[in-house]
């Protein structure tokens, strides 16, 4: 049980362009994601946290209108980097929560901006 | 605030051989604290959680973790490592007054040679 996805696992988009990376708890509903970014060997970088039919919230430093959060849906949120650029390019971790601290990860979504 | 800090880069270890990772926190009160592990582009899956009562935590795949409040410490062990734990270890904070974001270390990356 537990289980989230994530779509696309891998993606190439070239630079201006739009993309849209979806986060699902397949088994669970999920009142809470969380958004994370990774750069290769560092760690895990919240970059926003979403509740259900709220507006997301995000941390400091992060651009609200370049990484476009939604979470529609208790089993659904979507991550939108819009007109991406090469810094753009890492590896973008969605995790779901029920409302306690356990959070259940997605394999993850490795985007690539040319 | 609080922060986590995971002293040990890189650790690498014969197949065989015990393990321990370190992990210190920095928070007023006691914390929720977590280990997860990340195999090369995948997500992160929990090894191991405490939120209270005993201090030593048993996990999945053999791991333990000893809180030790005098130190402000969760190290992770485990007696005898395989080689198919070789991966990136991520130990990662949760309090209480900051929602359910969790704060990650940098992490360790393990080695294990034959």
């Known amino acids: 049980g537990a289980v989230v996805s994530q779509h696309p696992s891998w993606v190439i988009c070239k630079s201006g362009t739009s993309v849209k990376i979806e986060c699902r708890s397949l088994d669970f509903q999920a009142t809470t994601m969380f958004w994370y970014r990774q750069f290769p060997k560092q760690s895990l970088m919240l970059m926003a946290t979403s509740n259900e039919g709220s507006k997301a919230t995000y941390e400091q430093g992060v651009e609200k209108d370049k990484f476009l959060i939604n979470h529609a849906s208790l089993t659904l949120s979507t991550l939108t980097v819009t007109s991406a650029h090469p810094e753009d390019s890492s590896f973008y971790i969605c995790?779901?929560?029920?409302?306690?601290?356990?959070?259940?990860f997605g394999p993850g979504t490795r985007l690539t901006v040319t | 605030a609080q922060s986590v800090t995971q002293p040990d880069i890189h650790i690498t270890v014969s197949e065989g051989a015990s393990l321990e990772l370190r992990c210190n926190y920095s928070?007023?009160?006691?914390?929720?604290l977590f280990w997860y592990v990340q195999s090369p582009g995948q997500g992160l899956q929990l090894l191991l959680k405490y939120f209270s009562g005993d201090t030593l935590v048993q996990g999945i795949k053999g791991f333990e973790a000893e809180f030790k409040r005098s130190q402000s410490s969760f190290n992770l062990r485990k007696p005898s490592v395989h080689w198919s734990d070789a991966a990136e270890y991520f130990c990662?904070?949760?309090?209480?007054?900051?929602?359910?974001?969790?704060?990650f270390g940098k992490g360790t990356s393990l080695l294990v040679t034959p």
């Open positions: 990662a904070v949760g309090a209480p007054d900051s929602g359910y974001a969790l704060n």
């Open positions: 995790s779901a929560s029920t409302g306690e601290y356990e959070q259940y």
């Open positions: 928070y007023g009160a006691t914390p929720y």
